[in-house]
């Protein structure tokens, strides 16, 4: 069904102040999509918020609040934040973004909703991300564990308790799922115990993961300082601050090469950065590639082929796809 209209909001513009200071402000942008059109939304989003964008999917708490349960019928919200003290630049792309998914809904491909905006501060996002972040359990004995929340934990539960803030990467996507439990599996066949990658680290849930799973040494990079900012305190928060280190930045890393790279991105940011993310392994390390919906596969697997990268296993979750690729 498709999202209800908002279309005053967005000739406004983005919305004025609350009266409070300007200096933590940032605009958010959200869209309401069908599962087969979040990655040309996070595409529109991503031109005016790299490196800012999540995408989450309809969903209903359980048990009490400490599950959750993916209805695929529901439409994904697709989400981005900008800062929001240049009123000029932040009117600039709520325009530029109504006019591309005007141009994507002239198709009538899927359902797309219209573009919603609402000024945000720091302390009330965080209080926002806490109603809708559940206890979250991924693979054979993975528990993702938000800060405010209880759980049961039974005698195997490896638990990693999550704080996001500002940053994006709750586990709830079937993206982040897919690329927590291949690294589940790898731990399993006792192939994470070295150096790790992991390119767009957002909360640094995943990077927390591959340390709380065995790996000895963790670099998270994100293009955004409060992502590296995040991933930090949640690494002192689960106790793998020494294994784990974030900064800011982007591919190349500068670093020597990695055993293992995790990329949880969109299908179109894994083919422009193949031979980066090749160029990060050491010969027969391992890619864990995941955000890839099932249309994009193929171009996907191109790139990384052109890249000198053997795709030798292949995941689903819905529509969306993870590979776990070797460096020949």
């Known amino acids: 069904m498709r999202a209800p ?8 513009g983005a919305p004025r102040g609350d009266g409070r200071s300007g200096a933590d402000a940032w605009l958010e942008l959200s869209v309401e999509a069908d599962t087969e059109a979040v990655e040309a939304v996070s595409e529109i989003l991503a031109r005016v918020a790299p490196g800012t964008i999540s995408a989450e999917p309809g ?23 900008l800062p929001a003290r240049d009123r000029r630049a932040a009117d600039r792309a709520v325009a ?5 998914l005007g141009h994507l809904q002239a198709f009538g491909l899927r359902p797309i909703g219209d573009l919603r905006t609402r000024l945000v501060h720091e302390a009330d996002w965080a209080e926002a991300w806490k109603r809708h972040f559940p206890v979250l359990r991924v693979g054979r004995r993975m528990v993702i564990r938000p800060t405010w929340r209880r759980h049961r934990r039974q005698p195997d539960d490896l638990v990693v308790a999550l704080d996001p803030g ?9 993206t982040t799922r897919l690329c927590l439990a291949a690294l589940e599996r790898v731990a399993d066949e006792g192939r994470l115990n070295e150096r790790v990658l992991d390119v767009g680290c957002g909360s ?6 591959a340390a709380r799973l ?28 020494r294994a784990v280190r974030a900064r800011a930045g982007s591919l190349p890393s500068g670093e020597p090469p990695f055993d293992l790279v995790l990329a949880n991105l969109i299908a179109s940011l894994l083919v422009a950065l193949a031979p980066a993310l090749a160029a990060e392994l050491r ?8 955000g890839i919906f099932r249309d994009r596969e193929h171009e996907v697997r191109a ?5 000198g990268l053997v795709v030798v296993r292949r995941d689903a979750d819905g529509d969306w796809i993870a590979l776990e690729a070797a460096r020949t």
């Open 204 to 209: 640094g849930i995943l990077s927390i993961a």
């Open 59 to 81: 969903f209903e708490l359980v048990d009490e609040g400490l599950g959750v349960r993916i209805d695929p019928d529901r439409p994904v919200l697709v989400r981005a934040v």
């Open 214 to 241: 065995g790996a000895r040494s963790v670099l998270g990079l994100d293009l955004d300082q409060i992502a590296v900012e995040a991933t930090e305190a949640n690494a002192r928060r689960n106790r793998v601050r």
């Open 303 to 307: 790139a990384f082929e052109t890249a």
């Open 5 to 12: 209209a908002t279309a005053a909001v967005a000739r406004a």
């Open 96 to 100: 530029a973004t109504v006019e591309a």
């Open 166 to 174: 500002m940053a994006f990467g709750t586990g709830l996507h079937p």
């Open 283 to 290: 010969p027969g390390g391992t890619l864990l590639a995941s």
